[in-house]
């Protein structure tokens, strides 16, 4: 299919392998240690420069970081957030008018337990990356994604979102950080926290278990990401932290803002890939490194010997083809082989993207996925993918009338699941795949929370659960929070003929 | 053990359906099909009665079966269209010529009127020139940016009031992913569309009926139908950037086969922030179709053949567009960046 225009010579062009000056385009004296891009080659102390003065930038020019505020670094050991916790080590010893000013405090998240290794292993992992925290000043935490089975269900029921910090209101907290402070030096207090606290057994194998009832790598990998961000977030909570910064590299964004689109998640892409997230209202996410590219960060991790530490993930050692995400990673990299400006042209998509339904942190905590907290994007028109596909399921199941021109009646999402038959469009998809457990599903116990559930995510969520075989393994605070969810909505209904507004009353 | 047919639960399964992974039998998946295209034209109110509707037919599979199905469900469905037929014939020789003899004989088998316009008359050049021309770089540009208008002048020419094209939700999916990859925030946030609005004269609304049909689904409706198409790929070679995200999209659809669905259902969710700089809609000063500069795309690479130097329409030469306006001569610098073809 040829499109009108569709020219790629901008951009998309092969470029000629660069002919390398062996001066530095910057300072124009020293020789060049590093080509970043296409004919800029730098040296090595005016790539240094560039890359902190990079990290300050974003910083500075999105205003969300306060002084003063604590800030948590989600460190996972690997080169990206490594990196990211060396900017901001640098950029606390500056001298003060470039200094930055918030108090960071780590955390790690062991996920050892999901992907099979061993005490010891993930006990040596834990030490050498807590040598490199101890080293920093910083306080630190050492989490085992383990205790995601323990959370409250808090995490995802919604915090109010804290009071509105414009702007303008920006230079106001300098200055009084600066008043406040010029005596007092808050120095960070040493937690001791060494080594990873004891992760019962028992806890491991529910998580295994869990992890193991999605049937796919792909959902396997977004369940993952949703658990270890709700543990990230009540971790910030507990522990009086207002952000979260997390590693993401332009690259890495790059990848995720492809895999969201391939995932169904174009409605959550802004918040997904943004510079700040803000979905889970009191708890901002913020990613100072998504100007970064993968092969920057490399480079001046090589240079200035910034260490990191390997960890398997879920995909680690698997084909191309082992999930969506991996697919889509594996797409990216050998696109940017050949068109070397692939990366930045999806990064800088994203720059120019917002959510169609409106700013998440206003909505209804009943209207954001149970899941991934986003709002809801199932409530759609008629003509949309989502009613289509709905369509196509249920008319795979019915009968061939004969008889044409006969009125179909429309059905909608909502009001074709709970017509009590167990297998029913919206559940018989599950029925059919869960093949292994003997249609485990299908039993009377189970099968209403299946549909349940589903009501409650948003379209890529229930793509992930669809994928699970049950969802009895799912920590207890996402059941509890959506069963009061369901209950809150079936009172509603209840009372439905004298709410005279649509808002939800005193939530 | 033979596989029941999950719609009736009495034939046995003659396929499984690429998009739901279900067992049916031909008549079930019949049914399925054309009803999820009618409900897709009742759920997007694509056309009112009374209409006349062109079916842009190329003689390939997606078209062939939209002609099938849209005549057969406005006699199902009493929709009161008037349909008809039409072809652009680019002249690309061993191509277009053969899949020209499919859609004749579509027309006589569909009892449809059918309007062939070429690039020839409406532009005095057919694509086999303008390869010989530009070179097999580039020379899709061509053929989509002209294609696109002389749809639009031959649905004026027949009186329709709206095209239907044979975009399948492969095509949709396979688009979006292309805007991501360009950055091109404009179309990505148009290309999920069912339908334009008529933006202006001498440009007729289109829609597509098949937009959530997968394209797999289709060849299986025109397998099992033995509905007559032609499937050979243009001789003059297809898009290489294009492929990359065809292969993509297949890989996905290989480890999941919803991601078609899930893909467009992202693209219907996407919206621009406010302050994001987009193109504005005006008119060629030409030709008087839509552009978003003076001159038209079409009205500048035809400006580009006429003067031998078809690199004018390739990338972006928007300062020299008052300049072609006037009709005064390039300077040789121009001239000589502009003639250059490197094959």
Known sequence: MCQVEEDYRDGLERVEVPSVSKKCVKCKEASAAVVIRAGDTYCRGCFKEYFIHKFRAMLGKNRIIFPGEKVLLAVSGGPSSCSMLSQVREGLSLNAHKKLRFSPGIIYID????????????????????AMFKATGFPFHTVALEQVMDLPSSVVAMAPSPSEQPASNYKEAVGHFLQSTSSSRSTPQDEEQTSLPEVPEAHTHFLQQLIGSAKTLTARQDLLNTLRQHLLVHTARTEGYGKVMLGDNCTRLAVKLLTSITLGRGAQLAQDTGFSDARYGDITLVRPMRDYSAKEIAYYNHMFSVASVFTPSLDTKTTDKASIQRLTESFVTKLQEDFPSTVSTIYRTSEKLQTTCRSSAKAEPSDKCLLCVCALDTAVE?????????????????????????????????????????????????CGRAERGGGGCCSSAKEPETTDLKSLLCYSCQLTLKDMSSVEHLPQYILSEAQRRQRRSQMREEISEFLLEDGEGGD | MPVLCSGCKEKRAALKRPKTGHSLCKECFFWAFEEEVHRTIVAAKLFKPGETVGIAASGGKDSTVLAHVMKLLNERYSYGLELMLLSVDEGITGYRDDSLET??????????????????????????????????????????????????????????DKICTGHNADDVAETVLMNVLRGDIARLRRCTAISTVSEGEGVVPRCKPLKYAYEKEIVLYAYFKKLDYFSTECVYSPNAYRGHARTFLKDLESVRPSSIMDVIHSGENLSVRDGVKMPVQGTCNRCGYISSQALCKSCVLLEGLNRGLPKLGIGKHHRLHDKLLSQQPLTEREERKLKSVDF
């Open chain 1, 382 to 430: 008629n003509a949309s993918a989502f009613q289509a596909t709905l369509t196509s399921e249920q008319l795979s199941q019915t009968k061939y009338p004969g008889a044409a021109g006969t009125e179909i009646p429309r059905q909608n999402p909502e009001s074709s699941a709970p017509s009590g038959q167990c297998c029913s469009s919206g559940g018989a998809e599950d």
């Open chain 1, 111 to 130: 996920e050892g337990g999901v992907v099979g290794q061993t005490v010891e292993e993930r006990r040596r992992t834990v030490a050498e990356l807590q």
């Open chain 2, 103 to 160: 859609v004749k004989r579509n027309q006589q088998q569909y009892e449809l009127p059918l309007k062939i316009v070429s690039y020839e008359e409406l532009y005095g050049w057919t694509m086999d020139a303008i390869v010989k021309q530009v070179g097999l770089k580039n020379n899709c540009t061509f053929c989509g940016v002209f294609r696109r208008q002389a749809l639009d002048r031959g649905a004026i020419m027949l009186k329709v």
